[in-house]
């Protein structure tokens, strides 16, 4: 994974609550056994009219959408199940950050593995991100910030484990082998047990 | 005195390698990883490129279930995969196994079918593990006191290699279901119940518990069903405490303990109990007695009611599109809108009694004219077993289509899916739109509700269709 520190980008706004896994990639776009690829599906269901062009009426596909790394999306971002397929169809369609005022638990433990970086933010600034779609922001991620335009900030809550590993781009598997020898023993513990 | 603890804390404090820190995930040991051929194959890659072997495939059990046709195969032993991806993902699951020595449950075994429906029934489940498998509805084995959560590819591939995953301590959240269930309101009506009681995303960040009289008198198939549905209230995982129907149904199972280290086993399982005095995050209170056969009417399954019940108006503009997406009406009970398909499946409503619960409704009627009925069992050995009581004949009979198992129409990812516009009422867990294809609209129901709509070629309670005929 690549060091992730900083993300500047204007928002594309997806103010729906509830986006689930099956929104953000039908199911049937999860028998690749690759991970790259998948951003042309992105949305699939929303995005395209039924002859295959874009829907004009789908927020991302606007013109002051195009291009937005930054996603504000409604409450409860990324309900839903636990495949990876999600954050990896966001990455290769050009988000690099999500931004709500809840996101799913293994969504969001899955995008932060894949340097997708997925940020709650309190009810009243989720409200205001909302409001102002196209705004410019940048996301710091070693202050755990996210600075507007007017040099405001939103303060987010980021585990410390997970700033870490984006911002050194940590190996997360490298990181438990290292414990290789405490996991031998914790094997040998409960073999002597049985 | 030691401190009060819950049922997780007991099983997450014995599985820590490495203790939780403030600036460190815990490193937590997993007993039993579940893999199948959709979320695995890019974690196999991964070992791959770094040169790694599974650390314990004698921990790892694989099936085929998700991408896999239900149609049976042709003479020449062809099997009508949806596409040639599909195919490809099956053999690649089949070719990764084989490379790295991992039990798999594939076509050859006549104990392949659903990761969460097999898990049990081979016993490779027990009360006290950690298990995890790259599939949400992994939740389904806490019904017999594990921790067991859905993980990512990424994740897949630590504990393919590790055997542990990094993981944070989450919070706890007691749902305590006091009396008892009505005569003929199941335990998914329960479920459904709870989701819209604490919302679907009540449960983010926690493990429920759900205990209390009403849990304790469940079947072991009722309590997967409901700690399969944990993740649609946001959880990470839901557990009950194991008790002696856990123990009695795990007995003689082919990878349960025998013998003597059966008996130990048992010892230990009895500790696997909340203390008196536990302390959890949350407590909510629901009482049994009030639960109705329940349908959802939106988009997510917190938007649940009993079906006689009015839909309520739309809260925000969210739900005002689940009800136009929906086609249904506020103030107007779902019960009598008419349905086109029905599908009887998935890990959370597969099992036998399932099976059973359908049956008897069909029994003697038959599917109403213009409505596709779609039953797939669990399992290979839940099929066997149906096709021993002649479940299928009366399933048949009844004009419905017996098929073999899969998670089909579950994820509609295998070709078994929904026209658009089409309602479908469906025992699976998720009535996300297009989670049963592209603008399908999906009713989830319990297996008995399901069967008498299909009957009736509308939203009907069982209950009354039942009584009714009785009457007459
Ligand atoms: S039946 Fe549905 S929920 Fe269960 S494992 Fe299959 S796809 Fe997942």
Same mark, same amino acid.
């Given at each position: 994974m690549k060091p992730l520190t900083r993300i500047r980008s204007r928002t594309a706004v997806l103010a729906h609550a509830n986006i689930d896994t099956d929104r953000i990639i039908p199911a049937r776009f999860l028998t690749t056994t690759e991970r790259t690829g998948l951003g042309r599906h992105a949305f699939e269901?929303? &995005?395209? &009219?039924?002859?295959?062009s874009d829907d004009p009426d789908f927020e991302l596909n606007r013109p002051e959408a195009r291009g937005c790394r930054i996603l504000v999306a409604g409450r409860n971002f990324g309900c839903g199940s636990s495949r990876e397929h999600a954050p990896w169809a966001l990455l290769d369609?050009?988000?690099?950050?999500?931004?709500?005022? *809840?996101?799913?638990?293994?969504? &969001?433990?899955?995008?932060?593995?894949?340097?997708?970086?997925?940020?709650?933010?309190? *009810?009243? *600034?989720?409200r205001w991100l909302l409001d102002h779609p196209g705004v410019e922001l940048s996301i710091d991620v070693a202050g755990s910030f996210i600075e507007l335009p007017d040099g405001g900030r939103f303060a987010f809550e980021l585990d410390g484990f997970a700033r870490h590993c984006l911002l050194q781009g940590v190996d997360q598997l490298g990181f438990i082998r290292q414990h290789a020898d405490a996991i031998d023993a914790y094997e040998q513990r409960v073999e002597q047990a049985a | 005195m030691t401190t009060p603890r819950t049922l997780f804390e007991k099983v997450w404090d014995t599985h820590q390698v490495v203790a939780e820190k403030a600036d460190a995930p815990a490193v937590l040991y997993i007993d039993l990883h579940l893999v199948h051929e959709v979320t695995s194959p890019q974690a196999f890659d991964e070992l791959r490129r770094r040169e790694l072997r599974v650390r314990r495939p004698d921990r790892t059990l694989a099936t085929l279930d998700h991408s896999t046709p239900t149609l049976p195969a042709a003479a020449d032993g062809t099997r009508p995969y949806v596409t040639p991806q599909a195919e490809a993902q099956v053999r690649t699951l089949e070719s990764n196994c084989a490379a790295f020595g991992v039990e798999l449950h594939g076509w050859d075994s006549d104990a392949r079918g659903i990761v969460h429906v097999i898990g049990p029934e081979l016993g490779a489940t027990q009360p006290g593990m950690t298990i995890?498998?790259?599939?949400? %509805?992994?939740?389904?084995?806490?019904? #017999?006191?594990?921790?067991?959560f859905g993980i990512g590819t990424t994740e897949v591939g630590h504990v393919l290699a590790t055997q542990c995953l990094l993981q944070r301590k989450p919070k706890t959240f007691a749902i305590h279901v006091d009396n008892a269930l009505p005569?003929?309101?199941?335990? !998914?009506?329960?479920?459904? %119940?709870?989701?819209a009681t604490i919302g679907v995303g009540g449960g983010t960040g926690h493990v429920l518990e759900f205990r209390g009289p009403a849990i304790e008198a469940l079947s072991m198939e009722e309590r997967m069903t409901v700690c399969n549905m944990a993740i649609e209230a946001g959880a990470r995982a839901g557990?009950?405490?194991?008790?002696?129907?856990? #123990?009695?149904?795990? !007995?003689?199972?082919?990878?349960?303990?025998?013998?003597?280290?059966?008996?130990?086993?048992?010892?230990?399982?009895?500790?696997? !109990?909340?203390?008196?005095? =536990?302390?959890?995050?949350? /407590?909510?209170?629901?009482?049994?007695?009030?639960?109705?056969? +329940?349908? +959802?009417?939106?988009? %997510?399954?917190?938007?649940? =009611? =009993?079906?006689?019940?009015?839909?309520?108006?739309?809260?925000?503009?969210q739900e005002a599109r689940a009800l136009e997406y929906m086609q249904v009406r506020a103030g107007k009970a779902m019960a009598g809108m008419p349905v086109d398909v029905v599908f009887v499946g998935s890990c959370t409503n597969s099992r036998l009694p399932d099976l059973r619960a359908a049956a008897e409704v069909l029994r003697g009627?038959?599917?109403? /004219?213009?409505?596709?009925?779609?039953?797939?069992?669990?399992?290979?050995?839940?099929?066997?077993?149906? /096709?021993?009581?002649?479940? %299928?004949?009366? #399933?048949?009979?009844a004009g419905a289509e017996w098929r073999v198992p899969g998670c089909s129409m579950c994820i509609a990812m295998n070709g078994d899916l929904a026209q658009p516009g089409q309602l479908v009422v469906s025992t699976s867990n998720r009535n996300f739109e297009g989670r049963q294809g592209k603008g399908a609209r999906t009713v989830l129901a319990s297996p008995a509700t399901a069967a008498a709509s299909a009957v009736a070629g509308r939203i009907a309670d069982p209950r009354t269709l039942m009584n009714e005929e009785q009457a007459a």
């Open positions: 269901d929303w &995005r395209y &009219r039924a002859d295959g369609f050009g988000i690099q950050a999500v931004l709500s005022s *809840e996101i799913a638990d293994i969504f &969001r433990s899955n995008a932060l593995k894949n340097g997708l970086l997925a940020v709650v933010v309190s *009810e009243a *600034e989720h | 995890v498998c790259g599939d949400s %509805h992994t939740a389904t084995h806490g019904a #017999f006191g594990a921790l067991a005569a003929d309101v199941s335990a !998914k009506d329960l479920v459904l %119940h709870v989701i557990m009950i405490a194991p008790d002696q129907t856990t #123990f009695d149904w795990l !007995k003689n199972r082919p990878r349960a303990p025998q013998g003597d280290a059966w008996n130990r086993a048992v010892a230990h399982w009895q500790t696997l !109990k909340s203390d008196d005095g =536990a302390r959890y995050d949350r /407590e909510v209170r629901i009482d049994a007695a009030t639960v109705c056969p +329940t349908v +959802t009417y939106g988009t %997510h399954p917190g938007m649940a =009611a =009993a079906m006689d019940a009015p839909v309520p108006a739309a809260a925000n503009a009627r038959s599917v109403a /004219e213009g409505v596709r009925m779609l039953v797939v069992p669990g399992s290979e050995s839940v099929r066997r077993a149906a /096709e021993a009581e002649g479940l %299928h004949e009366v #399933f048949t009979a």
